[in-house]
C-alpha cells in the first residue's frame, strides 16, 4: 500500500504527487465497515432490556476495541531491470524491502530523474541505482548488487519522521489514545527489529495528526459538493446544508439534513405510521451531534428515514428538524401517527409545536433509568415499572399501577409524575398497529453507527448512506428468499402465543363473535372486525392468545388474521428499491459556493460546575458535608497552649524575656505621668 506523499505535509489537493489519491483511504475504511456491518435483529416484544442506564450511550453494546498492530506493506522484492511507474514507487520499494530485512540504507542519489540508495554498514557494497528511461518515462532499476558483507544493527537511516508519520497515520486516525509514542516505538521493533527513539516517535505521531487534521477540513470543505452528488444521483431528495457567516465573512457549518426520497416513499407505503427518534455524540475531533428518524418494516426490523448533524442537542435544533421530517412525510398536524422517543425537553417542545395531534409515547427505559437513579436499590422496581408499560386495557393497568402503590408509595408517586398514560399500552390509539413502549430501534440503530461517529462528517455521513444502502440490499434478498405469508417476526410471535391458545375454551355466540377463556378469565373475541376485549389483537394487528384458540377451535390459517403490514408481500415491497450508489469525492459536481468551515465547539447545554443561574460565579449554595468530614479544607489549627514565666508565674511571657516584662509597665506609667503633667 503506498503512502500519502515522500514530502513533509500532504498538499490539500485531492490527488497526491505519488499518484495516490486521499479520497480512497476514506473509501476503503468506509468499504470495510460496510463489509463487517451486520444487520440488527427484529425488536422482539415483551423482552426487559439488557441495559437500564438513562445516559446517551444507553443501549450501545460494550466495545471490545482490538487493537490491530497488523501494519500492511508491500513484499519487498527487488531485482535488476524492474520496472516503477513511478520514482516513488522505487522509493516505497526499498522501504519495504528496508523493513523487511531490517537493513540499514540510505539514499546517495537525488536527481529528478536519478534515484540510488546503498547500505551504511562497514564495508558492505549492497547497492541500488534507478532511473527514468527515455521513451517510456517510466523507472527502472540498473544497478543492484544484492550482497551484504554486515549485520543488522538495528539502525536504518530511511526511518525519519515523516516515514514514520506515513507508517502509522491510518492508526493513529483509527485509534489515536492507542497508537501513542511509546507504543509506536514498540511495534517498530516488535515488527521490523529496528530501534527508533521516543521523541522521534512522539515528532511522527504529531505529525500525522496534523495530517489528519488538515485532511478533515479538506473533507469538511466539500459538503457543498456532496450535497449536489446526492441530489445527482438520488433525485428529489431532501437535502439542506446549512451555514452561518462569521465576522470575516466566513461560511460557519451549523447543521446538516437529509432525507432519501426512496427511503421517504417506501416509509410511506409499507411501513406503519411509526416514527422513533432520537440523538447520540459524535466522537470525532469535530463534536456535534446525530440525530435520526427511524420507522419499523414488516418484520419488526430498523428502518432509516432521515438524519442529521446539529452542533448541540437544543430545542432550537429540535424544533428544525420535527419541521423537516414533518414536511418530507407529510405527517400535517401529526394525527395519526405515532412518535417514539426519550423525554429531552426540546423535542417535547418541538412535537408539541409542529405535531400537536401526534401520540407522542415517552420511552420507558429512559423514565426507568431515572426512577432507578432514585430509588435504585429496590427490589423489583423494574418488574413493577415494565409490567405497568405493558397492561393492554385499563383493569390490567389499574391493577398494575396498584401494586406498585402497595409496593412502595413514594415509587407510586414519582411514577405518577411522568404521566403513565403516556408509555402504557393500556391507552395506545388503535389502528396503528404498534405496541412500541420504548425506543430500542433507535438505540440499536445507534449501535450500527459507531464507526461512523468517530469519523469527520463527510466519511461518516457517506457510511451512513451505504450502510443504509447494504442493508435494504441484503433485506431484499431475504425477503424474497421467505415464503411464509408472514413475516419472520411474526412466526416467532405465534410460536410463543400458541402454548397458552391450546388450553383455550371456546364458547360460540352470533355474529361470529366468541368467547375465549383462560385461566377463568373470558374475553369476547370478534373474527370480523379482528378485535378482543384483551386489545392485543387490537394494538399489534397480530392475533392474541385468545383470538389464537378461537382460530385453532375454527380450523381456520392464523396467519389470514395478521395485519397486512405484517405481510411477507409488503416487506418484499418495502426492500425491493434502495438508494442509488453515491460516486467517489473525485466525481462529485463542483460548485462556486463558498468553502465550509467548522464553527467553534459550541458550550454544552447544562449548568457548569461552580455557575449558579447559568452564569459564571460561584454558586451561593455549598455541599452538605459529611459527618466525619472537616468544616473547611485547609487543616484545623492546633490550640496552643499558653505560656508562663517560670520566675514570676505571669503568662504571655517566659523566663528568658522576663526582664523585658517587667519593663514594659513601668515604660507605660512613666509615659502617663509625664502626659498628665503636660496638661
Request: glycine share 6%; hydrophobic share 30%.
Amino acid at each position: 500500500m503506498a503512502l500519502p506523499e515522500w514530502g513533509d505535509v500532504p498538499p490539500l489537493n485531492d490527488e497526491d504527487s505519488d499518484g495516490e489519491n486521499r479520497t480512497e483511504r476514506n473509501d476503503y475504511n468506509i468499504e470495510q465497515s460496510v463489509i463487517d456491518f451486520e444487520g440488527e435483529s427484529p425488536i422482539r416484544h415483551n423482552v426487559y432490556p439488557d441495559t437500564e442506564s438513562d445516559d446517551d450511550e444507553e443501549g450501545e453494546v460494550q466495545r471490545t476495541v482490538r487493537k490491530r498492530n497488523n501494519i500492511v506493506r508491500g513484499d519487498g522484492k527487488l531485482f535488476e531491470g524492474q520496472v516503477f511507474s513511478t520514482g516513488l514507487a522505487f522509493k516505497e520499494a526499498v522501504l519495504d524491502y528496508a523493513l523487511k530485512t531490517s537493513r540499514n540504507l540510505k539514499q546517495y542519489r537525488y536527481d529528478k530523474d536519478k534515484l540510488g540508495y546503498n547500505c551504511v554498514g562497514d564495508g558492505c557494497s549492497w547497492r541500488i541505482y534507478c532511473s527514468k528511461t527515455g521513451k517510456t518515462f517510466q523507472w527502472q532499476v540498473k544497478v543492484f548488487k544484492n550482497v551484504h558483507s554486515c549485520v543488522p544493527n538495528g539502525c536504518c537511516e530511511m526511518i525519519k519522521v515523516p516515514v514514520i508519520a506515513r507508517l502509522f497515520v491510518d492508526k493513529i486516525r483509527e485509534e489515536p489514545e492507542y497508537f501513542m509514542p511509546k507504543k509506536i516505538e514498540e511495534l517498530i521493533m516488535e515488527k521490523w527489529k529496528i530501534n527508533v527513539s521516543r521523541p522521534q516517535c512522539q515528532a511522527a505521531r504529531n505529525k500525522a495528526l496534523r495530517w489528519i487534521e488538515r485532511e478533515y477540513d479538506e473533507q469538511f470543505a466539500r459538503l457543498h459538493d456532496y450535497v449536489k452528488e446526492i441530489l445527482e444521483s438520488n433525485p428529489n431528495s431532501s437535502v439542506e446544508l446549512e451555514c452561518l457567516p462569521d465576522e470575516k465573512g466566513l461560511q460557519l457549518f451549523n447543521r446538516f439534513y437529509v432525507c432519501f426520497d426512496i427511503l421517504r416513499r417506501n416509509w410511506k407505503d409499507t411501513c406503519r405510521q411509526l416514527i422513533g427518534v432520537d440523538g447520540c455524540h459524535l466522537k470525532s475531533k469535530m463534536k456535534g451531534m446525530l440525530l435520526v428518524a427511524l420507522g419499523r418494516d414488516a418484520d419488526n426490523s430498523i428502518y432509516p428515514i432521515a438524519w442529521a448533524i446539529v452542533q448541540v442537542e437544543n430545542t432550537d435544533n429540535w424544533l428544525w428538524f420535527v419541521k423537516k421530517i414533518k414536511y418530507d412525510l407529510g405527517l400535517l398536524n401529526g394525527e395519526g401517527f405515532i412518535m417514539v422517543s426519550d423525554r429531552q425537553k426540546g423535542l417535547i417542545k418541538a412535537v408539541q409545536t409542529e405535531l400537536p395531534g401526534i401520540e407522542h409515547r415517552m420511552c420507558v427505559r429512559h423514565i426507568y433509568g431515572n426512577l432507578k437513579g432514585k430509588h435504585g436499590k429496590k427490589a423489583d422496581l423494574k418488574l413493577h415499572v415494565w409490567n405497568l408499560a405493558w397492561s393492554y386495557n385499563e383493569p390490567e393497568y389499574r391493577e398494575n399501577l396498584d401494586r406498585i402503590f402497595n409496593y412502595d408509595s413514594e415509587v407510586h408517586e414519582d411514577v405518577l409524575k411522568t404521566n403513565p398514560k403516556s408509555w402504557s399500552r393500556a391507552y395506545f390509539k388503535l389502528g396503528n398497529y404498534c405496541e412500541d413502549v420504548e425506543n430500542n430501534s433507535t438505540e440499536s440503530w445507534n449501535n450500527t453507527v459507531l464507526k461512523a461517529r468517530d469519523m469527520p462528517y463527510v466519511p461518516m455521513l457517506e457510511m451512513i448512506a451505504r450502510q443504509s444502502m447494504v442493508r435494504i440490499s441484503k433485506r431484499n434478498v431475504i425477503a424474497l428468499g421467505h415464503k411464509s405469508l408472514c413475516t419472520p417476526y411474526v412466526i416467532e410471535y405465534l410460536k410463543e402465543e400458541l402454548e397458552k391458545a391450546s388450553v383455550c375454551v371456546v364458547h360460540r355466540s352470533t355474529n361470529n363473535t366468541f368467547d375465549s377463556r383462560i385461566g377463568g378469565c373470558s374475553h369476547r373475541v370478534n373474527l370480523e372486525t379482528r378485535s378482543c376485549t384483551c386489545r392485543r389483537w387490537d394494538i399489534t394487528g397480530i392475533p392474541c392468545e385468545h383470538a389464537y384458540g378461537v382460530i385453532l377451535s375454527k380450523k381456520l390459517e392464523v396467519q389470514d388474521y395478521v395485519c397486512h403490514w405484517f405481510k411477507t408481500a409488503t416487506w418484499r415491497r418495502t426492500y425491493a428499491e434502495g438508494i442509488i450508489p453515491l460516486r467517489g469525492a473525485r466525481f462529485w459536481p463542483v460548485g462556486e459556493e463558498p468553502r465550509v468551515h467548522h464553527a467553534p465547539e459550541p458550550p454544552q447545554p447544562g449548568r457548569k460546575k461552580g455557575d449558579k443561574d447559568g452564569k459564571s460565579g460561584k454558586n451561593d449554595k455549598k455541599r452538605k458535608k459529611g459527618i466525619n468530614e472537616s468544616p473547611t479544607k485547609k487543616k484545623p489549627k492546633m490550640l496552643k497552649r499558653t505560656m508562663h514565666c517560670s520566675q514570676c508565674g505571669e503568662a504571655n511571657h517566659n523566663s528568658r524575656f522576663h526582664k523585658k516584662a517587667q519593663q514594659a509597665p513601668q515604660r507605660d506609667s512613666s509615659q502617663v505621668e509625664s502626659s498628665q503633667a503636660e496638661e
